[in-house]
């Protein structure tokens, strides 16, 4: 293995058949969304996040955390995607014209993955932009931001909830199944920007690790990952995915 981790993450690119990524807040970072476990800013700084999400802080107060989730969906519906999202999307082409696989798993609910143009993109965490009725499961993208009222009813009587997952909820039951073939059946995982705490978001590179695929994390920070994986690059998400994508696939076209 050559001594520079970075030249050595883009061999196990380049050579890898079937690529998993996981990332987390810390991809969207570099487009001005702040991480989960950052302090969130002005009015709202004095609020725990891992908190108000939860069913239990929705139970006692609809008002206050559907206003902070408004608040947050505005967030991301004024952010652009940065080179970290472009590169991955990249990743995907590439690997895509050398019918090679690859499923981009992500934690992040600002849909900015999507934005960026990934299209193997499995939302683990749901959706910030998609609210949904507590009485009947209905789903609504496209209301006005700001909602006219917090709590926001729904037409059958019960509240708008935001669409994504709390702790103590089960994560959607198709993304758990395409999750778990990914991680399974790659030969190279990615970590990305994320502190790896959340189960069971956190386990897909335990599972990978145990079939035999080769890891790295890209992180700005170590992280219970950091001591596991194979390669672990300490930097911005957005300055190394991108120089990753360049030594891995340079003049190839
Ligand atoms: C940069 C950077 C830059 C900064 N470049 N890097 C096993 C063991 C222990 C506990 C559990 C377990 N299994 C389940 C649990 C309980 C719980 C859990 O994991 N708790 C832990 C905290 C201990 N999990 C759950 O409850 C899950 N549900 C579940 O297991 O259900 C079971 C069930 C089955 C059947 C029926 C019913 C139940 C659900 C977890 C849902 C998590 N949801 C949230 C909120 C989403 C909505 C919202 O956004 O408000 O998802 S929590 C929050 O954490 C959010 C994130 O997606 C998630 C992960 O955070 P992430 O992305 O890692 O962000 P940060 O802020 O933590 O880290 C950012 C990182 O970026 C840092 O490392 C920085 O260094 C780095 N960084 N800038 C690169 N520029």
């Known amino acids: 293995m050559p001594h520079d981790p970075l030249q050595a993450a883009a061999d196990l690119l380049r050579d890898a058949r079937s690529v998993c990524v996981i990332t987390g807040a810390g991809v969207s970072a570099e487009s001005k969304i702040p991480t989960f476990r950052d302090a969130m800013e002005g009015l709202w700084a004095k609020f725990d996040p891992q908190t108000l999400a939860t069913p239990e802080a929705f139970a006692a107060d609809p008002a206050m955390v559907s206003e902070w989730y408004d608040f947050r969906r505005g967030k991301c519906a004024q952010a652009e995607p940065n080179p970290g999202h472009l590169a991955l999307v990249e990743i995907e082409r590439r690997l895509a014209d050398a019918g090679r696989s690859f499923t981009l798993l992500t934690q992040n609910v600002d849909g900015l ?7 193997r993109v499995v939302e683990l965490h749901g959706r910030i932009d998609i609210w949904r009725c507590t009485k009947t ?3 609504y ?3 006005p931001l700001p909602l006219p009222e917090y709590p926001m009813p729904s037409e059958a009587g019960g509240l708008l909830r935001p669409g994504v997952v709390w702790f103590g909820e089960a994560l959607p039951e198709d993304a758990l199944e395409q999750a778990h073939a990914a991680a399974e059946s790659c030969d190279l995982f990615m970590s990305v920007g994320t502190s790896a705490v959340v189960y069971p978001a956190a386990g897909f590179l ?9 890891s790295i994390e890209i992180n700005r920070d170590p992280t219970d990952a950091t001591g596991l994986v194979d390669i672990a690059l300490q930097g911005r998400s957005g ?3 991108p120089a990753l ?9």
Request: net charge positive; hydrophobic share 40%.
């Open 113 to 119: 993955h999507r934005r960026a143009g990934s299209t």
């Open 137 to 139: 499961g209905l789903e």
């Open 141 to 143: 993208p496209d209301l």
């Open 206 to 214: 335990h599972l990978a690790r145990a079939h035999g695929s080769k």
């Open 239 to 241: 300055e190394i995915l």
């Open 245 to 253: 994508v360049e030594l891995a696939f340079a003049s190839r076209g």
